[in-house]
């Protein structure tokens, strides 16, 4: 791991597995808090539940005090730079996380501080949310080598993460969305030119779920996107996630969705509180995978290896699978 975590990429492939072996190994303790008379800085541009209630649980859980930071009450972009917010909270705490808008005022934030920063969310990806879907996936024992995922909606900054994901991961990665709706095309190039996983970018949905392993949907109108709302319900029709959809693919099917979610839109009630359904799993699992990856950085950060325990659990684990 680097000494931020920006993106997926920030990962080694072959550390997906003791990163999921640590978030299993801290679903169990509560006893384990390194963080003690440490405070974090949560930035947040964007309103939130998951993830502001996730980070600052694991926070408290670790041992530690988050400490959150509204636009309105720091500005940074505005009334402060990126910059000179990085240098002051180096000074006054152990790491920052930021949910932000612009990606390159996290990455101006990450290149001007000495501790470090967690991507929680930008306009251009969502690490965070991946990882903790991936972990989920293989909860339900569904991780295997070209495992089908089919993200039915817009190729948003969840789908840009996927994209990174089927960089360290092989696995069938399918986008169905309406034309236009499509994501970065430089990391859809990039992602696609590995050759570790096959990825698609499909219009037809009904193809696009054939024998899937996984179903996953979001918000056809993600924040700042509120004016866009009516000209995308008619650009996404015909792509709910509703049970004749679902019957199109395996029939251990599982479905995902970052939530929050516009029940009867993207989605029908239906699936979203059905048996195939695990969101609520996937939601809490950004829990213990965030504490994971803030254990990581911060035993990066201070020049040590994580504790024994640690480490031998994560043996024990890799031994016995």
């Known amino acids: 791991m680097n000494n931020h975590f920006l993106s997926l990429l920030d990962l080694k492939a072959e550390e997906l597995e003791e990163m999921?072996?640590?978030?299993?190994?801290?679903r169990e303790t509560s006893s384990h808090q390194p963080f003690q008379g440490k405070t974090a800085a949560l930035i947040f541009q964007k309103p939130s539940l998951r993830t502001r209630v996730s980070f600052e649980v694991?926070?408290?859980?670790l041992g530690g005090h988050p400490i959150f930071l509204s636009q309105e009450s720091i500005g940074i972009g505005v009334r402060e730079s990126a910059a000179d917010v990085a240098r002051l909270l180096s000074r006054y705490c152990m790491m920052v996380v930021a949910r932000l808008y612009d990606h390159q005022l996290l990455l101006d934030l990450a290149r001007h501080s000495t501790i470090p920063v967690i991507n929680a969310l930008t306009d251009y990806s969502h690490p965070c949310q991946v990882m903790a879907?991936?972990?989920?996936?293989?909860?339900?024992?569904?991780?295997?080598?070209n495992l089908k995922v089919v993200f039915i909606g817009d190729?948003?900054?969840?789908?840009?993460?996927?994209?990174?994901?089927a960089m360290l991961y092989p696995l069938h990665f399918v986008l169905a969305c309406p034309p236009g709706y499509e994501p970065d095309r430089a990391l859809?190039?990039?992602a696609q030119s590995t050759g570790l996983s096959r990825i698609e970018v499909m219009n037809d949905v009904q193809a696009a779920v054939r024998d899937?392993?996984?179903?996953?949907?979001?918000?056809?109108?993600?924040?700042?996107q509120e004016q866009e709302a009516e000209r995308r319900r008619k650009d996404f029709a015909g792509y709910a996630v509703t049970k004749e959809l679902l019957q199109r693919a395996k029939t251990d099917c599982i479905v995902l969705h970052c939530l929050p979610a516009h029940r009867g839109e993207e989605i029908t009630e239906e699936v979203l509180d059905g048996p195939r359904s695990v969101v609520f799993d996937q939601a809490e699992n950004r829990l213990h995978?965030?504490?994971a990856i803030m254990l990581r950085l911060m035993n990066k950060s201070n020049g040590t290896h994580l504790a024994k325990e640690l480490e031998q659990k994560i043996r024990t684990a890799q031994t016995v699978s």
């Open 20 to 26: 999921f072996v640590l978030s299993d190994w801290l």
């Open 58 to 61: 694991g926070i408290y859980q």
């Open 133 to 145: 879907d991936l972990y989920t996936i293989r909860q339900q024992r569904k991780l295997h080598p």
């Open 155 to 165: 190729g948003n900054n969840v789908v840009n993460s996927w994209l990174e994901m």
């Open 188 to 190: 859809l190039k990039r």
């Open 212 to 224: 899937a392993d996984v179903l996953y949907t979001d918000v056809w109108a993600s924040m700042g």
């Open 289 to 291: 995978v965030q504490k």
